[in-house]
């Protein structure tokens, strides 16, 4: 299994990027996608995630309606639209895949992307 995250870069404060997780080397039909941060000094936070099969979404609080989590069924790949952006974003993004139920544990995920770096200049 492999998941590949892309899309990290340096943008200022207010800005939009998006980071994308393209996952391959098994069926996650059943499976929920996550994306996690960690910020320098940091533990690794819980942002957004998705099920494959029914969409459902589920955010963390600091999200506050700025990020959209999504995925392309065709492309196997999850997405994560960040609007709004602010310093404290400030993180590299790691994408998980994962059967678990609770699905804002990192220990319910069983695969891990290696991380792509977002930075947010104020």
């Known amino acids: 299994v492999q998941l590949q995250a892309s899309g990290g870069g340096l943008v200022q404060t207010g800005d939009s990027l998006s980071v994308s997780c393209a996952a391959s080397?098994?069926?996650?039909?059943?499976?929920?996608m996550g994306w996690f941060r960690q910020a320098p000094g940091k533990e690794r936070e819980f942002v957004a995630a998705?099920?494959?099969?029914?969409?459902?979404?589920n955010y963390a609080d600091f999200v506050e309606g700025r990020f959209t989590i999504s995925r392309d069924n065709a492309k196997t790949t999850v997405y994560l639209q960040m609007n709004s952006l602010k310093p404290e974003d400030t993180a590299i993004y790691y994408c998980?895949?994962?059967?678990?139920?609770?699905?804002?544990?990192?220990?319910?995920?069983?695969?891990w992307g290696q991380g792509t770096l977002v930075t947010v200049s104020s």
């Open positions: 998705i099920r494959w099969s029914t969409r459902y979404t």
């Open positions: 080397g098994r069926t996650f039909s059943n499976y929920a």
């Open positions: 998980a895949a994962g059967s678990g139920t609770h699905l804002y544990k990192a220990s319910e995920y069983d695969y």
